[in-house]
């Protein structure tokens, strides 16, 4: 994997094993279109292996933030992680652009389900104590 990260970057790009199944890529560019032919360059050589091996498929997951002047490089990993985190439900793309308002709206309707399960919950113990308290009298 980590052979076809390096063949895939650009002399300006920059990439890191952060431990065993994790990498980190810093493309120094503002096109997520550069971004996209990265992960598909990547990809394609992973498939070669796949074929060479004759292994099942490398199906990598990316997350992408977009860092900036100021951002640490800590909540750009995070965001690039929560986006990844999100991708990994869907099966018809690999990668995910991270979006304050898009994690804004995902965190919104995680609590509403919490909120729902919730819910059930106490009425299943309201039905539960209710039901203890006519088998006590």
Same mark, same amino acid.
């Given at each position: ?52 091996? $004759?292994?099942?498929?490398? !199906?990598? *997951?990316?997350?992408? #933030? @977009?860092?900036?002047?100021? =951002?640490?490089? +800590? ?12 991708? $990994?439900?869907?099966?018809? !793309?690999? *990668?995910?652009?991270? #979006? @304050?308002?898009?994690?804004? =709206?995902?965190? +919104? ?29």
């Amino acid at each position: 994997i980590w052979r076809c990260i390096e063949k895939s970057i650009t002399s300006k790009d920059l990439a890191g094993h952060i431990n065993a199944d994790r990498f980190a890529i810093y493309c120094r560019c503002d096109d997520k279109n550069e971004v996209i032919e990265c992960i598909h360059k990547i990809g394609e050589g992973l498939k070669d292996i796949t074929e060479a091996l $004759k292994i099942p498929n490398i !199906i990598p *997951y990316y997350g992408i #933030s @977009h860092w900036k002047h100021g =951002k640490k490089v +800590e909540e750009a990993y995070s965001e690039a992680n929560f986006a990844k985190n999100q991708v $990994k439900e869907r099966k018809d !793309i690999s *990668y995910q652009f991270y #979006s @304050h308002e898009d994690t804004l =709206k995902i965190l +919104e309707n995680r609590a509403m389900e919490d909120c729902r399960v919730l819910i059930i919950l106490r009425r299943w113990n309201l039905r539960r104590i209710s039901a203890v308290c006519r088998h006590r009298n």
